[in-house]
């Protein structure tokens, strides 16, 4: 599996950004995909999860009841629909799908990782 994330940008706090995740590869639609993060200095963070069919998703504390993960397996992609941006979300959004589909928050559970995408919220 191959995954390009793009849809980052650059935003006033408040407001909203989409990325997606475009994915390649025949067994796209089986896997769990997740979206993590990572700021200057810290860690890459679990951000949101989704199961191979959509219906369980999971998110960080964090970004809970902001922000909203949704998946097309027929088109391939998986979005993050981020609304009431604050400048602490400011980082590198990256997309990653787990084919063992284990709903985890680790970032060693996640064998396909995209490039990433720049997330910047301005106060």
């Known amino acids: 599996v191959q995954l390009q994330a793009s849809g980052g940008g650059l935003v006033q706090a408040g407001g909203s950004l989409r990325p997606s995740c475009a994915a390649s590869?025949?067994?796209?639609?089986?896997?769990?995909m997740g979206w993590f993060r990572q700021a200057p200095g810290n860690e890459r963070e679990f951000v949101a999860s989704i199961s191979w069919s959509g219906v369980r998703t999971h998110y960080a504390d964090a970004v809970k009841g902001r922000f909203t993960i949704s998946r097309d397996n027929a088109k391939k992609l998986v979005y993050l629909q981020m609304n009431s941006l604050k400048p602490e979300d400011t980082a590198v959004y990256y997309c990653?799908?787990?084919?063992?589909?284990?709903?985890?928050?680790?970032?060693?559970?996640?064998?396909?990782w995209g490039q990433g995408t720049q997330v910047t919220v301005s106060s």
């Open positions: 990653a799908s787990d084919p063992g589909n284990r709903a985890s928050t680790a970032v060693a559970a996640y064998a396909y």
């Open positions: 590869g025949r067994t796209f639609s089986t896997y769990t």
